[in-house]
C-alpha cells in the first residue's frame, strides 16, 4: 500500500559539514575490490553500546525511538507499507495507523540517489560516484524482534523486502541490491528498535562478486549448480542439517566463517529471492524464526546479523547461483591470525554447532 499522508518534517541538519562530505566507492589496486567511503554515516544518532564510551547500553525510551512513529520522527512518508495480519474489517486495514511494517527512507543513507555513477580516474586510483538507494524496514513494535514475531508478521517484512526489490532493480543504474538486518550494538545497529535495511548500488560487492563468480566457474566445468551439489550432499549426509521444511532447508556450513553461522536456502534452484512465490514465504519465514530461536537457546541473548545473497539484479533467473539467507551470531572476535590472513578460525566445528542447534528446543524445556 502507498502512503499518501502529508510530507513530514524535514530532517535535521548534517552533523559533517558540506564541503567534507564523501560518497564514492574507491577501488583497491591489488585486489579490485570496491570499498565505500561514505562520511554522511558520521551523522547517525547512536544509541546502542557503541554509543557510550564505557561501552554500556544506553537506555532509549520508547517515546524517544526515532522508529516508533517513523513520520513523527521526521523520517518522511513511507514508500510502501503493509498492516498487521488481521481478520478484521477491510477499512481498518486501509488505515495507514494500523501498519505494521513500513519502508522508508534512510536518514542518514551511505549511497544518495541524486549521484551520477560515474568512473573517473584520480592519480593511479579510480573511483565512482557514491550513486545508490538506501531504505529502512521498519517493524512496528519496539521490543519484539524477528525470532519473537508470529510467522504471518515474518512474511510481511518478506513481502515488503520482494516490493522494494522489484522497485529498485527496475533502475538501470543499479548492479546490486543487498538487503540485511542488524541485530544489536555489535552487529552494527544504531538504533534498537528491529528493522532492517536495503542498499542497491551500481556494482556488485567483494564478497558477492566472489561468490557468483566461484558459482560460475563451477557451472562453466561442471555444468551444474554449486550450491545444488552442496545441499543434495548436506541431505543426504544430514551431519550439518539444522532445519527442514518442504520449501526451504537450513545448514551450518561446511566451511563456516564464524561459529554458529547458519544458511538458510531454497530446496528448489532459485537465483533470485525477489521471484520467492507468495506459497513459499510463510515456509521462509518459519525457517528464519526457527533459525533464530535455535541461535537464541543455545547462544542466550546476543547481537546477529542476516542478509540475502542473490543474483544481480541485471540478470534473471541465471543456473549458476542459488539464492540465500546467511545468518552471522556476534559472538567471536577476529584476532591476528584472522584479520592478518583472511582466514577465519572456528573454534567450534560445524557438526557441532548443527547437533548443537537441533537439539537446542530439548535443552530450553
Known sequence: MEKKNKAAKDAPKEKVPPSKLVAEFRRDMVSG???????????????????????SAKILLIKDCPFEDPQKSGNGDALFWLPRPSDGKK???????????????????????????????????????GFGFHEVVVTRDHDRPIEKMEIDEISLVFRAYQQRYRVLEK???????????????????????????????????????????????????????????????EMKEKTRVVFENECFITIAPFASKVPYE??????????????????????????????LTRLSAV?????????IHTSSARVDSVPYYHWHIEIFPRTYKWAGLELGSGIEVLPIPPEQAAENLRNAFKKAK
Open 33 to 55: 575490490d570496491w570499498v565505500l567511503v561514505s562520511s554522511a554515516r558520521q551523522s547517525r544518532p547512536l544509541f546502542g553500546a557503541s554509543a557510550q564510551k564505557d561501552g
Open 91 to 129: 477499512e481498518d486495514c486501509e488505515k495507514f495507523d494500523n501498519w505494521f511494517v513500513q519502508v522508508i527512507q534512510n536518514k542518514y543513507p551511505a549511497v544518495f540517489k541524486n549521484i551520477i555513477p560515474e568512473y573517473e580516474n584520480y592519480g593511479p586510483f579510480k573511483k565512482q560516484g
Open 171 to 233: 533502475d538501470e543504474r543499479v548492479d546490486y541490491i543487498l538487503i540485511y538486518h542488524n541485530q544489536g550494538s555489535l552487529a552494527g545497529a544504531s538504533v534498537m528498535h528491529p528493522h532492517s535495511q536495503i542498499v542497491a548500488m551500481p556494482n556488485i560487492p567483494p564478497d558477492i562478486s566472489r561468490s557468483i563468480n566461484g558459482a560460475l566457474l563451477y557451472y562453466e566445468k561442471e555444468k551444474k549448480c554449486v550450491h545444488c551439489v552442496m545441499l543434495e550432499f
Open 262 to 291: 547458519l544458511r538458510i536456502f531454497p530446496k528448489q534452484h532459485a537465483s533470485d529471492f525477489e521471484e520467492t512465490p507468495d506459497n513459499c514465504l510463510a515456509h521462509l519465514s518459519e525457517a528464519l524464526k526457527d533459525a
Open 299 to 307: 547462544l542466550g541473548e546476543h547481537d546477529y546479523n542476516f542478509f
